[in-house]
Structure formats: structure tokens, C-alpha cells
């Protein structure tokens, strides 16, 4: 029963990615980093084709994400506005006036790289940063009247572009990708 196996996941540190052969019928491993731990259990071929799916998904989900970001960064580069500015303002729109570390924690970036996209929105008159009654070092983002105006310019080019992204994708493999896609962040942030 000597056999090595070596995962082909290269995300994973060496010592995770080579497993002895004949060991019991389930493996299991801690993967730690400071804010996940992933239990990773291997019950044969049917567990490595769902771990081999999983990441054949996330490999698609970063690859869209850069062609989604560049397609916005085009489509709004009039406006001098790019996806991550987008976003921020996005945010401000859907939940209302809030803090940076509070915009950085609901969209799971950096509370430094969301303060450089509201310092450039600042800048350019989109938002203004207002008194914060709950923290006094710690300002509300909020839109100004120039901000809402540009975000529904950018809505209306959205929804355009949408409905033609959309056309042929059945509704039902978008509903079940996004069941997935939310659960696995769900998992992320647990």
C-alpha cells in the first residue's frame, strides 16, 4: 500500500497535495489561513470531481471577473468612473450612507483599496463624506445629487447590456449558478 496521490490543485501547500495510497477510506485535513479554515475531506473519485468542479468553477469566476471589470471599465470610461468606483457607489445606493471599513467588509476588499476608490469618487464630486453619529473618526460615504445622477447613467448602460449578455443563458442555469455562488460565499464567510 505504498502509492502516492498528488492533488493537482496547486492552491494547496505541498504537504496537503500528497496523500499515501491506502490510507483509510476518508482523509482529512485543516487548511488555515487567518480567516478560513477548510476542512478538506477526500472520500474517493466522487469527492475529487467535486472538488475538481469547484475549482474549474473558480477558475471561471476569476476569469470573468477580469473580462467583467474591463467591459465596465469600458463602457463607463466616459464618466471617468471605473468598475471599482462602480462598486463603491453601488454599494452606497443599496445600503445607504456608510463608513469604509463597512463598504470594505460587504464587498469583502480592503479597507485601503475601498478609501482609494472614495477618494477618487471625492475628487470628482460623486460622493461626500458626511458626520457619523455611531463613530466620530469614521465618516458616512453618501452620493451627492452629481453621484445619483452618474450611478442611474451607468444603471440604464447596465441594463442594456445585461438583457443582451442574457439572451440564449437559460434563466434556470442562472438561478441554479447563483444558488451555488451564494452558498459558497456563505461557506467563505463563515
Known amino acids: 500500500m505504498g502509492g502516492l496521490f498528488l492533488c493537482r490543485h496547486s492552491f494547496l501547500p505541498l504537504h496537503l497535495r500528497t496523500f499515501r495510497i491506502g490510507a483509510p477510506p476518508m482523509l482529512t485535513t485543516l487548511?488555515?489561513?487567518s480567516k478560513l479554515?477548510?476542512?478538506?475531506?477526500?472520500?474517493?473519485?466522487?469527492?475529487?470531481?467535486?472538488?475538481?468542479n469547484l475549482y474549474a468553477l473558480i477558475v471561471e469566476i476569476?476569469?470573468?471577473?477580469?473580462?467583467?471589470?474591463?467591459?465596465?471599465?469600458?463602457?463607463?470610461?466616459?464618466?471617468?468612473?471605473?468598475?471599482?468606483?462602480?462598486?463603491?457607489?453601488e454599494s452606497v445606493v443599496d445600503q445607504g450612507p456608510q463608513p469604509v471599513p463597512e463598504i470594505a467588509r460587504r464587498k469583502g476588499s480592503s479597507?485601503?483599496?475601498?478609501q482609494v476608490n472614495v477618494d477618487a469618487?471625492?475628487?470628482?464630486?460623486?460622493v461626500e463624506l458626511r458626520e457619523n453619529p455611531a463613530h466620530k473618526r469614521s465618516a458616512l460615504v453618501a452620493l451627492t445629487r452629481?453621484?445619483?445622477?452618474?450611478?442611474?447613467?451607468?444603471?440604464?448602460?447596465?441594463a442594456l447590456a445585461l438583457?443582451?449578455?442574457a439572451d440564449g443563458l437559460p434563466d434556470k442555469d442562472v438561478k441554479a449558478a447563483l444558488k451555488v455562488l451564494r452558498a459558497l460565499r456563505q461557506r467563505l464567510d463563515q
Not at 476569469?63 to 469600458?74: H, K, W
Open 31 to 33: 487548511l488555515s489561513t
Open 37 to 52: 479554515t477548510i476542512k478538506l475531506s477526500l472520500w474517493g473519485a466522487a469527492a475529487m470531481d467535486a472538488s475538481e
Open 62 to 89: 476569476r476569469s470573468n471577473f477580469n473580462r467583467l471589470r474591463g467591459f465596465a471599465d469600458g463602457m463607463h470610461a466616459d464618466l471617468a468612473i471605473t468598475a471599482s468606483m462602480r462598486a463603491v457607489m
Open 111 to 114: 479597507r485601503q483599496h475601498i
Open 121 to 126: 469618487l471625492c475628487e470628482k464630486g460623486l
Open 146 to 158: 452629481k453621484g445619483r445622477s452618474a450611478f442611474e447613467k451607468i444603471r440604464a448602460r447596465e
Open 163 to 165: 438583457e443582451a449578455l
